[in-house]
């Protein structure tokens, strides 16, 4: 059954796939005139908001582009509370591809990215939520020290800092926390550990980026009032670059890929607009950076530079980008030598790459493998080449952390490639290859990064790379290379991609939840997986006393690297109901290895290794199902179908073109996945199809769909309308309205116990307007609001019951919540014999 999802999916991201994201730059002439102009402006501007998606890449364009400014977005969160429209990964995998799909959003629309240790716990309707699950004072100095850093000069806010409760909680915490940032970054009282590793800085200005999203529709942002906005026209076309401002916007923002963002660019004539929050005015409406220096008379001796670059721009052949050679390098030297250490750093990277590509110097390191253990010989090659008339000479190659020189003095003449290969041993010690935020055990609102110099890192932190050190126009000047992994595939040609550190061997408990009814016992499975050849050792499993494992230790033998073994450890669980934390453990002489390996592999973003903790939840529960068989229709992507099928109910995965009655047939339960009205447009025309089940005596079980977006107006058989209304504290008190009612009763009597232990978010998108057929069966609020009666509706249709829920089951089943196995077997049961 799961290799049925596994190909569901893999059609989607077949179909979202792009160029790859691994690919090293090579720009064009016109490329490279736009990388010198941009050489000229000494501003930055900074964009805040609470999550990937949230930012304006029309905006983030425009300064890039046209104003030619250092741009950024920091995102407090990495969106590891949403959904995933292109794959089953959710919470810190899924903020994993978010993460790199804002990498990859950034590449395009020319910003950088940073974040914050703040987890994206779930939707908050309220600012006094939020920043009670984030650590407010952690998240607020990492604002800080994103702005210390960065130093922009101006900072804008997607979001309204006073307008809480109108909006997501961390979108108007986002704001608020802003306003705060704005002076605290130039405190020198504040923070004062950053201040070893930076300074104080004072941005100029906040602005906020309003939008037709803040006045409720577009046609009332048409007919309000703009005059107070500052009204930016964005809308430019760059002929250097072949597009306008709105078509860059699009590739960025389509990079959202799991949240389903994709978008058509435009063009002509746009608008953004702004309203000044904090600092000095401006007058110019088409500036934001008024009365800012942004040239390179801001920086102590810079003028000459300035002066320099500007002939360099004026001078430049298309024809022949090497012309401009001996002047960038003598502008190189005279950046070389400021006092000022902010931007003489960003300038020489800036520099060094138009140097590079100016003279056509194509320097470059990759290993043979994609992968190594500590302590393993891994082969290098290595490539320079030199494609210009210029004096070039490689003085050496150095391999980073290890200093260890493997090339000394060679001449690169013209269009002669020079490459090489050698073999360097990975230091025993040497960290593994994983997202560094998530090393440590994350609390509810916050990762824990205790290394102050990696907060605001959006990447992996890769430490292997080649020093190149080059004499160009006898100067000589450093190029480093991140170390990648190459290979040629016959269908997609060259392809690269990062080179990771691995352990020697990697565990996982198959099932991340294992479910146990009653007392007997269970066949556990175990992956061990080599991470080198010859891998031998023994693996256990780690539990708690009162849970029963034989054999005590398997031991393991693997021959060949990344190949993987199956062990069967034998699991009796105590009498009383229990929910344990497992750990598969694998032992290599005196070295213990607890991690399993996660491998996230998406065509439009970076192939990413996660290592996480090799733990699984083993749930002992009190639970009665019925034989019921179920047809489940995936929405946009869950794991609630393996959950089912530990539940002990057989389970088929069906897609909308299969349904029929025929194919119906023999069926008890038709589950429609999360949001399947949402992303299946031809779900709609099988209405009919789905209510003659029911008719007949199925049952059919909708899960949440969202107001936007519906492909179809008669969700159910009766009159059902969705809404924004949810119920966002896991922990809110739930009462039953009709005690007696048999989906509260059987097989599994339903109590106040039941609604213990859920995670995240207890359930959203409930109805708030249902017709008489319909009977509300839970009650539950947040604190300060009326009871939401939506979460659970359900309604006779012929033979069989039409039964909508917005409880989030996506959720609690895959985290082994007992009471949503027991509530979810009554549900799929209602009226079964």
Not at 27 to 48: C, D, Q, T, V
Not at 486 to 502: A, C, L, N, R
Request: charged content about 25%; glycine content about 6%; hydrophobic content about 35%.
């Amino acid at each position: 059954m799961h290799k049925n999802i596994i190909a569901l999916f893999l059609l989607l991201v077949t179909a979202v796939s792009q160029a790859q994201p691994n690919l090293p730059e090579k720009p064009n002439s016109a490329e490279i005139y736009h990388k010198i102009e941009k050489l000229n402006f000494l501003g930055s501007a900074l964009y805040i908001a609470a999550h990937p998606d949230d930012e304006n890449t029309r905006l983030i364009s425009f300064l890039s582009n046209h104003v030619k400014a250092r741009t950024g977005y920091l995102s407090l969160t990495r969106g590891d509370g949403g959904q995933n429209l292109i794959g089953l990964e959710l919470r810190e995998l899924l903020g994993v591809i978010r993460t790199q799909e804002l990498i990859e959003a950034r590449k395009i629309d020319g910003g950088e990215q940073f974040f914050s240790r703040a987890n994206d716990f779930g939707y908050s309707k309220v600012p006094n939520e939020t920043l009670q699950i984030w650590d407010k004072k952690e998240v607020l100095e990492d604002m800080v020290w994103v702005i210390r850093n960065f130093q922009p000069d101006v900072i804008i806010t997607r979001f309204d800092h006073r307008s809480p409760g109108t909006t997501h909680g961390h979108h108007t915490s986002s704001a608020m926390l802003t306003q705060e940032a704005f002076y605290l970054a130039n405190d020198d009282k504040y923070a004062t550990e950053q201040l070893q590793y930076t300074t104080t800085w004072q941005p100029e200005r906040v602005l906020f980026n309003t939008s037709w999203w803040f006045f409720g529709g577009r046609e009332n942002f048409e007919k309000a009032d703009k005059s107070k906005y500052i009204n930016l026209s964005t809308g430019f076309y760059y002929p250097l670059l072949g597009q306008s401002n709105q078509e860059i916007a699009a590739l960025s923002r389509s990079k959202h890929k799991s949240q389903g963002f994709g978008t058509s660019g435009a063009r002509g004539e746009d608008m953004e607009y702004l309203e000044l929050t904090k600092g000095s005015d401006i007058n110019d409406k088409q500036n934001l950076f008024e009365g800012i220096d942004t040239s390179w008379n801001r920086v102590k001796g810079g003028k000459p530079i300035g002066e320099a670059v500007s002939k360099i721009i004026k001078e430049y052949d298309f024809a022949n980008p090497a012309k401009s050679l001996p002047a960038l390098v003598k502008v190189y030297q005279q950046i070389n030598k400021l006092e000022d250490t902010h931007w003489k750093e960003l300038k020489l990277k800036e520099l060094k790459a138009i140097i590079a590509d100016c003279s056509g110097l194509y320097l470059e390191a990759y290993a043979e493998t994609q992968s190594v253990t500590p302590g393993d010989n891994v082969t290098l090659h290595w490539e320079a080449i030199n494609r210009s008339n210029a004096a070039i000479n490689l003085n050496s190659i150095t391999v980073l952390p290890l200093n260890k020189v493997i090339q000394q003095e060679l001449p690169l003449e013209y269009n002669i490639d020079k490459d090489d290969i050698a073999t360097v041993q990975i230091p025993e010690n040497a960290e593994y290859t994983s997202p560094y935020w998530l090393e440590e055990k994350a609390g509810t609102g916050m990762y824990v990064v205790n290394d102050l110099q990696k907060i605001g890192v959006p990447d992996i932190i890769r430490n292997f790379k080649v020093a190149f050190s080059v004499n160009i126009e006898g100067v000589t000047i450093p190029f480093e290379r991140t170390i990648v992994h190459k290979f040629s595939d016959p269908v997609k040609g060259e392809v690269y991609q990062p080179f990771d550190i691995t352990p020697a061997v990697s565990t996982e408990i198959m099932n991340d939840v294992q479910l146990f009814k009653d007392e007997s016992t269970q066949v556990v499975l175990v992956k061990v997986k080599a991470g080198k050849d010859n891998c031998n050792g023994i693996v256990k499993l780690d539990l708690p006393k009162e849970w029963s494992v034989s054999p005590a230790t398997i031991p393991f033998d693997i021959a060949n690297k990344d190949e993987e073994i199956v062990v069967n450890f034998e699991v009796t669980p105590p009498s009383k109901p229990s929910e344990v934390t497992a750990k598969s453990v694998a032992v290599i002489g005196n070295n213990v290895y607890d991690k399993k390996q996660v491998i996230i592999d998406y065509p439009h973003i970076a192939k990413q290794q996660v290592l996480l903790s090799a733990i699984a939840k083993f749930t002992k529960v009190d639970l009665e199902i019925k034989n019921s068989k179920i047809a489940y229709i995936m929405g946009a992507g869950d794991n609630i179908p393996k959950s089912l099928e530990q539940m002990g109910y057989e389970v088929a995965l069906l897609t909308p073109e299969s349904l029929s009655a025929e194919t119906l047939e023999g069926f008890d339960v038709v589950i429609t996945g999360i949001r399947a009205y949402n992303v299946l447009e031809n779900l709609a025309q099988k209405q009919d199809v789905l209510f003659d089940f029911v008719e007949k005596g199925g049952n059919m079980v909708v899960q949440y769909n969202t107001t936007g977006h519906l492909s179809i107006r008669d969700l159910a058989p009766y009159e059902l309308r969705i809404s924004r209304d949810r119920v966002t504290e896991e922990d809110a008190k739930v009462t039953f309205l009709n005690k007696k009612h048999p989906v509260l009763n059987t097989p599994n009597k339903i109590t106040e116990n039941d609604f213990k232990g859920w995670v995240q978010e207890q359930g959203l998108y409930y109805p708030d307007k249902w017709s008489e057929e319909f009977e509300p069966i839970l009650s539950s609020h947040d604190t300060g609001e009326t009871p939401k009666k939506g979460a659970l509706l359900i309604a006779r249709y012929g033979k069989g019951y039409y039964i909508y829920t917005g409880l989030s089951f996506f959720r609690e089943l895959p985290q082994g919540v007992s009471g949503a196995y027991r509530l979810m077997a009554n549900i799929i049961d209602l009226g079964k014999k």
